[in-house]
């Protein structure tokens, strides 16, 4: 029990203790009886609540970082591939980040990236010799989702020049012709191409190619159209799949830029991957050497070994692009405020992003085993489909819920979420559709073929 000596002492402690200045501003401001008398009727709880309110007044919050690897796979790596992925980011965020919505509007290819892409030394990761780094399909992985993770044009152009341009070449080429073509390629000195799709003929190209290959003697000579083909405008050399005519079977050729009977012209008005130069391809008896046939691509089993490696790879960079939405996107809330809390703080949007993390996660963990898979040499066409398939659908759902925690901003490139939102509907389909790539998991776990 407190005395009335005590009660006077508190009451002289508390009104030394107040600011009568400050009240007299207050009191302009406020009704101070009212707020007085409100308070004084407030339950324990209520004054709780009240004093947490007030003593985080003013004091800046230390907020999390912003991190898409929600699971610290990037601590899984060794030392060397660790410090290769940070490498790669740095270059990402320094080099290409500042440049890439200019280009993008555009669509335009900045030439001028080549060079610096020499310094880092990462074409070819996983093959040997030839320059080539030598590396695991998991930091070949790595580096596709770095690339993505700022702009999955990019990403696709190299994806390209050392998937599937280069792939063929090392998987498919003769020693003369890895020797030719390799070393160049690898210092992006020699930019290479891969035409496969044609204007009737996308999902159907295994049985359906339509592009017709003729020996005559030393010589081929190769008629027919190819749309779509990635750097194909600009391209020193292109993987041609064509069908030979006496025997049926699909084969794959060289094709050096100049070749008389060889035409090219840009697709325009693409609304996804627009630094990506996509051509259309027409060749009029286009004269080849057999020795600038690959090989060893004796039917379209081989095209297939590549676009097993590479559709891999589109694994890898839909989870790059998701992560670069969602990256920006969480971000963006931290910051943004709307009733007077950033829009982080409301329970909706805290759902998005946990939704996105969700996925993001589910998809970076499936990649990363997916190329433990391939390191091990167990990696099967139905393995890379599966993950082409769930990490590139997963995506579409990641960008598009980044969009939406940002409201109207989310629509403008310079938030830098929008052009994720569109590239990833090239990612959804090309390099096998979502429809394709089941068909391929669905044959594997059932037994039955359901193409036709
Ligand atoms: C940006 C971009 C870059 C590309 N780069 C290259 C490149 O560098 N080189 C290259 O060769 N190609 C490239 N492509 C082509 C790409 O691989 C094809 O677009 C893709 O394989 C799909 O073919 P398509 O567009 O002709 O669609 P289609 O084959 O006409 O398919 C249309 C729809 O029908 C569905 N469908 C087809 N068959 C079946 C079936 N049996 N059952 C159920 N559904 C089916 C498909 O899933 C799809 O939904 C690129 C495409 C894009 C968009």
Known sequence: MSGPLTKLRNAYHLLKRIDFKMLAQLSEKVDLPK?????????DT?????MKMLSSYGSKKELPPVNGDFYDLGEKLNADDRALQLKVRAFM?????????EYWLKA???????????ELNICGVTYDGYGCPN?????????????ARIDASVATFFDVQSGLAMGSVYQLGSAAQKDEWLPGMQQLNIIGAFGLTEPEVGS??????????????????????????????????????????????????????????????????????????????????CHIAESDRLQHANSFKDTARVLRMTRAGVAWEAVGCARGAYENALAYTLTRKQFGKPIAAFQLIQGHLVEMLSNLTAMQTMVYRLSELQDEGALKDEHASLAKVFCTLRTRDVVSRA??????????????????????????????????????????????????
Do not use: C
């Open 35 to 43: 707020v007085m008398e409100s308070v004084a009727h407030m339950d």
């Open 46 to 50: 209520q004054l709780k609540g009240l």
């Open 93 to 101: 965020e320094k080099e290409i980040k500042p440049i890439v919505n």
């Open 108 to 118: 335009e290819f900045p030439f001028e990236i080549i060079a610096k892409f020499r």
């Open 135 to 147: 590396r695991s399909y998991l930091m070949e992985g790595i580096i596709a989702m770095e690339m």
């Open 204 to 285: 159907a190209t295994a049985g359906g190619l339509t592009t017709t290959a003729k020996r005559n003697g030393d010589t081929w000579i190769l008629n027919g159209q190819k749309k779509w083909i990635g750097n194909a405008t600009f391209a020193d050399v292109i993987v041609i799949w064509a069908k030979d005519v006496d025997d049926n079977q699909v084969k794959g050729f060289l094709l050096r830029k100049g070749t008389p009977g060889f035409s090219v012209e840009k697709i325009h008005d693409k609304m996804a991957l627009r630094i990506v130069q996509n051509g259309l391809i027409t060749l009029t008896d």
């Open 403 to 452: 969009r939406e925690v940002m409201g109207g901003n989310g629509i403008l490139l310079e938030y830098n979420v929008a052009r994720f939102v569109a590239d990833a509907e090239a990612l959804y389909s090309y390099e096998g559709t979502k429809e394709i790539n089941s068909l391929i998991v669905g044959r594997a776990i059932t037994g039955f073929s359901a193409f036709v």
